[in-house]
């Protein structure tokens, strides 16, 4: 039976932040809330803790979840590269809705997915969770919610969807400041990169790192319906009968031979000219709200090398 504690009230705040403080140490789960959305999270060095924490989500290692601190040392030692504009992002921003993807520190011990050697990390500015953060180290937090669904923006909405059992501790600080998500950076690359869009706009990215590569994005295209499809493929049989008639001129074109072409959208937008890499932060899910697995699109001057940034907030839209 999960624990719940008003952080409205001094005492219970007090009493609470103790018990999460314990509970994380053992590698359990708790929610808490941020600046952002309510988040669920555990010790990130615990691999068993981490894994728990996916599993209470309902999603995989290719998801891995980011990292939360309580202050910009923390941070850094997690970090092996901050690249040439990650301490003047902190500086201006934390603490504050904007995550950075780095080069994660190699020798350190943990395992939160499949990172491919980066980690995401942001330092949230909510007095309980800092507070939280400052006792425990850093922690791994993903947003409070299962996935595909709403994120959660009160502790009764976590509540709700992630129940009494998996969870040992509600942090219950009010609904939160704002229901957008945090700005997701990738550091990785000479040229900062937007992985995901959030309460960081592009130009106060820009007006402190000069060039920023916006956000890639999937085409917006439309839904074909089943009958649709079944007329598009009506379409094409007559068209090929009558070009296989001596008599018969050439067709000019299938019509719906590729239905998704009748959407009028042309190429998706959410892939670097034709590579084919997913969009970035592209969202499998719901789209948004679902795991995204943010990487594809080519930055400019890589080369055309795609990232393949690895360690990327759960993807959720709504993630924290």
Known sequence: MSRIYDCADETARKDGIADAASAVRRGELVVLPTDTVYGIGTDAFSPAAVANLLATKGRGRDMP???LVGSMRAATALIEDLGNHGRDLMEEFWPGPLTLVCTATP????DLGDTKGTVAVRMPMDPVALELLKEVGPMAVSSANKSGLPAATRMEEALEQLGDEDVAVYLDGGETDSPVASTIVDLTYAVPRVLRSGAISIE????????????????????????EVAKAGEAAKASRRAASRPEAPAAAGTAGADPA???????????????????????????????????????????????????????????N
């Open 107 to 110: 020798s350190l011990s943990w």
């Open 261 to 319: 072409q009748d959407s009028g959208d042309g190429a998706s937008e959410g892939t670097a000219s034709g590579s084919g890499a997913p969009a970035a932060g592209a969202d499998t899910e719901t789209a948004p709200g679902g795991d995204r697995t943010p990487g594809g699109g080519t930055a400019a001057g890589q080369d055309g090398r795609t990232p393949e940034t690895g360690q990327l907030p759960d993807g959720d839209r709504s993630e």
């Open 65 to 67: 979840p980011p990292v």
């Open 204 to 227: 106060q990215l820009r007006a402190v790192c000069g060039t920023v590569i916006g956000e890639l994005r999937q085409g917006r295209m439309k839904p074909v319906r089943e009958d």
